[in-house]
């Protein structure tokens, strides 16, 4: 395991301290409460709230004052996987190699630890723990928000499930991946730089560095869907091609989408530039959105 | 139709109209922005966003400077209709005399349009349009979250789910109620003291008016199921007592039911007396919560 492997696992094990904390709450009826947590406390790699944690140490900030806008991030990622599992979206069984929320409990507990999560993580970025001012807290919660929500997150599952029964041209296919995957990275990239009230110079080089390592994600997924399999990677493989669904990979062919893969990966790496070397750890992870292997 | 009810409608024309505005917006996916729009302007009463309007008036803002906080408490109404009406929830084809959203598209919409309502409500609270003062707007998040959350509106939800297979002593009946209609109720009820930043005592009395209501709103529904028609509610009747659901007029049965009505509309009113004839509006309303015929 490489240092850069090393330091992200331990911030997982610091986020699920504080999300496993979060959810221990004796006024949430209990088999709500055992399937936010089954759909959340499950080893997830945490790369999300990793980003927030890794661009607010960049501006000096702890990743404990950090923490509460990280796992806010997560409940969101946590969340969307829960309802896309669903039988009438994705339909999957296994997530993370353990049953699926819907397949440990039922589909209506399912939706409602779903709804539950999403609420949660806008109950926690309001609160003062998020930070000492609100203005803040609001910008948050505002930008979080928009990045999630129809013409974010849930739109791009919208365009996602749409893709099903339509061919997408390319354009098509990067509007969808940037709102399905790419919208929260971009927050968890920018939201460091609002927690430290950046400036817009630096807020727009988080941003370019979010949309690369975005687009990267994205790839690197499809293409450990066509090239890995389902034990390693704890989930369904090869089911956009049997889904008939296009994906960059798909249509640029596997060649090319390495190509763009590091062309990405490059531009993220000098969108923080800025920043000099106390961006290193950052530019690692850029480099590990291409050598992850699930 | 009296003066009260005139005022509730013309509020109602004005609630339907912001939310109309808000939805167009052309980053939405096309089928996902339908049902959004679908799921929300279906002719309700508008109560919630109503309370929201004249609590605040109580405070001498205006209705333009409450419509925000009014619709974002209106938007997580109808997503919890949405997720409430689908197959593996409560299973209702028909709502408002329209066909439910995942009828009139599909399931996989439903969610999504439920899910991206309910983030919107909170991109609208947070944004400086809700309130010039962002402590306010974070205040405003932070409660949103807390009423409609594991601990709230979804916990209450769960807790009905719970009810079809479990029977419910009268403090659980109670319980259920007051998270799953009366969270979002006693938020609207305080949201015009917070939007005004009004005082402990003020706060804790609009409080008190908003607890009563919602219980009374809640025997009332319970009432109508067992008392009126499909027709007249547009939706389906009967429907709680089929499931072999326990209500407070099952338990206590329907003339202990009237009663307790009764009491819960004399202790809202009373709540009110701080202040004076600006709240004639509010008693009427609580008056409503007995005469109203859907």
């Known amino acids: 395991m490489t240092s850069f492997e090393t330091g992200l696992k331990e911030t997982a094990s610091a986020v699920e301290a504080a999300l496993s904390q979060r959810l221990a709450d004796e006024n949430i009826p209990a088999q709500l409460a055992e399937a936010m947590t089954h759909g959340t406390l499950n080893g997830g790699k945490r790369l999300r709230p990793y980003l927030v944690i890794q661009t607010a140490s960049l501006f000096g900030i702890s990743q404990a004052d950090a923490m509460p806008t990280a796992i806010a991030l997560e409940c969101i990622h946590?969340?969307?996987?829960?309802?896309?599992?669903?039988?009438?979206?994705?339909?999957?069984?296994?997530?993370?190699?353990?049953?699926?929320?819907?397949?440990?409990?039922?589909?209506?507990?399912?939706?409602?630890?779903?709804?539950?999560?999403?609420?949660?993580?806008?109950?926690i970025l309001g609160h003062k723990n998020s930070h000492p001012n609100p203005a803040i807290r609001a910008n948050l919660v505002t930008r979080l928000a928009?990045?999630?929500?129809?013409?974010?997150?849930?739109?791009?599952?919208?365009?996602?499930?749409?893709?099903?029964?339509?061919?997408?041209?390319?354009?098509?296919?990067?509007?969808?991946?940037?709102?399905?995957?790419?919208?929260?990275i971009l927050f968890g990239c920018e939201a460091g730089g609002v927690l430290a009230g950046a400036s817009e110079a630096e807020l727009a080089n988080l941003g370019r560095y979010g949309k690369a390592i975005g687009a990267a994600f994205q790839i690197k997924d499809d293409l450990l869907d066509i090239e890995s399999t389902q034990e390693t990677m704890g989930?369904?493989?090869?089911k956009d091609e049997a889904a008939g669904k296009a994906t960059l990979?798909?249509?640029?062919?596997?060649?090319?989408?390495?190509?763009?893969l590091d062309i990405q990966i490059d531009k993220a790496i000098s969108a923080l530039e800025i920043f000099g070397t106390r961006a290193d750890t950052l530019c690692d992870l850029a480099r590990y959105m291409k050598s992850r292997e699930k």
Chains 1, 2 share one sequence.
Request: charged share 25%; net charge negative.
């Open 78 to 123: 946590c969340y969307s996987l829960i309802h896309d599992d669903l039988p009438a979206m994705d339909n999957d069984d296994i997530r993370r190699g353990q049953p699926t929320v819907h397949k440990a409990f039922d589909e209506a507990t399912a939706i409602l630890a779903g709804d539950s999560l999403l609420t949660l993580a806008f109950e």
């Open 146 to 184: 928009k990045a999630a929500g129809a013409a974010g997150m849930a739109g791009g599952q919208m365009l996602d499930l749409e893709a099903e029964t339509k061919t997408l041209n390319e354009a098509e296919i990067r509007r969808l991946q940037l709102l399905k995957t790419g919208a929260l």
């Open 249 to 260: 990979v798909t249509n640029l062919g596997p060649d090319q989408a390495h190509l763009e």
């Open 235 to 238: 989930k369904a493989v090869g």
